[in-house]
């Protein structure tokens, strides 16, 4: 593929901070407004006023923004997403609606974080694990437990199979097979049978003997399990949420 340097990597992240015309931060933030502003009556006024404080004025044509402006606008937008989540969170009721934004959340994370574990996998023997438990929000756990330099075993030990870790792979697939269950029960089989065997697997490691760079077991089943989440998302969104007459069909024959 084409080379880039880092001058251009650089300005083409800035760039997609700033600018709805490429794919990012700015688009997403104004699609969301977009999609809000369909559904005002069910927002509340604290809720409207975290997501317009995330809506970002519009720059300058061929403004370049600066490194430390971009930071500031991802600091702001991480402050206003958080408090979107916790008003979700805290006041939301707990009725269809909210178990598909649920199932939804952990469906990113689990394809986010499948494929984080992969590439620190496939990383060199001697590289430094601090990024990725900074990368999944867990750092501060490891330490509290370990008190130790990150080290492969209980690394992968806290991210994949730690039930009381809501950034591992297993808290993912727990809240979304309980959830998918409490759906089927009133809507018949919608994708449990798909990431209950996985989370199977998942369970099945040994630690002392697969928990470990190198292991093309564990990378594998990262890899079906990334997938495998993709596949019932689209599965979710054909039988739920597809008003064509095709949708409709398949939703019957479910």
Same mark, same amino acid.
């Given at each position: 593929?084409?080379?880039?340097?880092?001058?251009?990597?650089?300005?083409?992240?800035?760039?997609?901070?700033?600018?709805?015309?490429?794919?990012?931060? +700015? !688009?997403?933030?104004? #699609?969301?407004?977009? &999609?809000?502003?369909?559904?005002?009556?069910?927002?509340?006024?604290? $809720?409207? *006023?975290?997501?317009?404080?995330?809506?970002?004025?519009?720059?300058?044509?061929?403004?370049?923004?600066?490194?430390?402006?971009?930071?500031?606008?991802?600091?702001?937008?991480?402050?206003?997403?958080?408090?979107?989540?916790?008003?979700?969170?805290?006041?939301?009721?707990?009725?269809?609606?909210?178990?598909?934004?649920?199932?939804?959340?952990?469906?990113?994370?689990?394809?986010?974080?499948?494929?984080?574990?992969?590439?620190?996998?496939?990383?060199?023997?001697?590289?430094?694990?601090?990024?990725?438990?900074?990368?999944?929000?867990?750092?501060?756990?490891?330490? +509290? !437990?370990?008190?130790? #330099?990150?080290?492969? &075993?209980?690394?992968?030990?806290?991210?994949?199979?730690?039930?009381? $870790?809501? *950034?591992?792979?297993?808290?993912?697939?727990?809240?979304?097979?309980?959830?998918?269950?409490?759906?089927?029960?009133?809507?018949?089989?919608?994708?449990?049978?798909?990431?209950?065997?996985?989370?199977?697997?998942?369970?099945?490691?040994?630690?002392?003997?697969?928990?470990?760079?190198?292991?093309?077991?564990?990378?594998?089943?990262?890899?079906?399990?990334?997938?495998?989440?993709?596949?019932?998302?689209?599965?979710?969104?054909?039988?739920?949420?597809?008003?064509?007459?095709?949708?409709?069909?398949?939703?019957?024959?479910?």
């Amino acid at each position: 593929g084409p080379i880039f340097t880092d001058a251009e990597i650089e300005s083409a992240l800035l760039t997609a901070v700033v600018s709805p015309a490429v794919p990012g931060l +700015a !688009r997403q933030q104004q #699609q969301l407004h977009r &999609l809000a502003g369909q559904l005002h009556e069910r927002f509340s006024v604290d $809720n409207w *006023r975290a997501l317009n404080r995330m809506v970002q004025p519009a720059a300058a044509a061929g403004e370049q923004p600066s490194q430390s402006g971009v930071m500031t606008i991802l600091d702001d937008a991480a402050a206003a997403l958080m408090t979107l989540a916790g008003f979700a969170f805290d006041g939301m009721t707990r009725d269809l609606g909210w178990r598909f934004m649920s199932i939804g959340r952990r469906l990113e994370r689990l394809q986010f974080q499948s494929v984080v574990l992969q590439r620190a996998l496939a990383m060199n023997g001697g590289g430094n694990l601090e990024w990725l438990l900074e990368l999944s929000d867990s750092i501060i756990t490891y330490r +509290a !437990r370990y008190r130790a #330099q990150p080290e492969w &075993l209980p690394v992968l030990d806290l991210l994949l199979l730690d039930e009381t $870790n809501p *950034r591992s792979i297993v808290f993912q697939l727990n809240g979304i097979l309980g959830t998918l269950g409490k759906i089927e029960q009133t809507h018949g089989p919608c994708g449990t049978h798909m990431l209950a065997p996985l989370k199977k697997e998942l369970l099945a490691l040994a630690p002392d003997t697969d928990l470990k760079q190198g292991n093309p077991l564990l990378g594998g089943l990262l890899d079906r399990i990334g997938r495998t989440s993709a596949a019932l998302s689209e599965q979710i969104s054909v039988q739920f949420f597809s008003y064509t007459d095709n949708g409709r069909q398949r939703n019957r024959s479910t």
